[in-house]
């Protein structure tokens, strides 16, 4: 007798697990062949009211779940090579599933990352969505956090703070005349995964940033044994948050402690900045020096023009 649970995941799922491994989600495993090379594992959930809000289309919770995944795997040098899903639901709306599952199809063909088993259980709340990827990359060359050395240069990718200022604009909170790209980076994170080579190639220290760039270049810095300090002007900003923080409505805190941007940062050498500057222009993908490692252990320093410190009250978002 097929359960309700096999028929949800026969109709939804299964026509997503293609890879041989997977085995139609038939069997209570999945192989992944590791091929000589090294397989990288990383797990990231989301839950309704913290990482996306209820009324959320259900192709970007399901895009959003994968991607902030893939994420940790472009910062780490990797490329996909598959993932597995528990999915909590608080009830099995056929529509929404239908939707859900949309989303995942769609980024599992543009990222080549196939889905290979999980488990789907009921719950009475809040809806929570966890993946685990899994990556390939050559032996011995995952880019770990530690490993930023004094005179490296601190690169970050894409803009930071668009992500906080949606969901601030989402819940109320924030008023702007530009919104829907906001609105976008928040529910629809864009993973890095075209410079996964470039990393592992030019950086001696890298993450993704998920909790806001100060905050995880403290953790970066943290692990390294080094300090850093951060031009503000340097830090790249789209159209509308440069237009909010012209205007006043925000300070700078606001978009580098709010999260959620899940863009690449990385340390490395000057003489091979160049080098990997060519190739994100290659990959599509902005890159910006932002500042340099120093020798110390105090948190890392965001100065103005005149080299003056900027003071931050809080540095990253935390769950507690």
Not at 26 to 53: M, P, Q, S, W, Y
Request: with cysteine; net charge negative.
């Amino acid at each position: 007798m097929t359960s309700n649970e096999d028929s949800l995941i026969a109709r939804h799922f299964a026509p997503l697990a293609t890879a041989p491994g997977a085995f139609g989600l038939r069997d209570d495993a999945a192989v992944l062949k590791a091929d000589g090379e090294d397989i990288v594992v990383n797990t990231d959930a989301i839950v309704e009211g913290v990482h996306f809000l209820p009324d959320d289309p259900p192709d970007t919770i399901a895009r959003k779940a994968l991607r902030t995944n893939l994420s940790d795997l472009a910062a780490k040098g990797a490329v996909p090579a598959g993932f597995v899903l528990t999915l909590a639901l608080k009830a099995p709306d056929e529509a929404w599933l239908a939707e859900f599952a949309r989303g995942f199809g769609e980024d599992i063909d543009a990222f080549g990352c196939p889905l290979l088993g999980g488990d789907t259980v009921s719950t009475p709340g809040p809806l929570t969505v966890s993946v685990t990827a899994f990556g390939r990359i050559p032996e011995g060359r995952i880019v770990r956090r530690a490993g930023a050395e004094v005179g490296d240069r601190i690169v970050v990718t894409g803009t930071i703070g668009d992500a906080a200022l949606g969901l601030a604009v989402l819940q109320g909170r924030l008023a702007s005349s530009n919104e829907e790209p906001l609105i976008n980076r928040y529910r629809v994170p864009q993973p890095r995964t075209g410079l996964a080579r470039a990393v592992r190639d030019h950086a001696t220290a890298s993450m993704d940033v998920s909790d806001g760039l100060a905050g995880d270049l403290g953790k970066l810095c943290g692990v390294s044994g080094v300090s850093a300090v951060i031009e503000a002007a340097r830090v790249p900003l789209s159209a509308p948050a440069r237009a909010l923080l012209d205007a006043g409505m925000i300070g700078l805190e606001t978009l580098v402690a709010g999260g959620d941007d899940y863009e690449i940062l990385c340390t490395m050498p000057e003489a091979r900045v160049a080098s990997f500057m060519a190739q994100a222009e290659e990959a599509g993908v902005a890159a910006a020096v932002i500042g340099g490692i120093v020798a110390g252990d105090a948190p890392p320093r965001f100065v103005d023009a005149a080299g003056e410190a900027i003071e931050l009250k809080r540095r990253s978002y935390s769950h507690f």
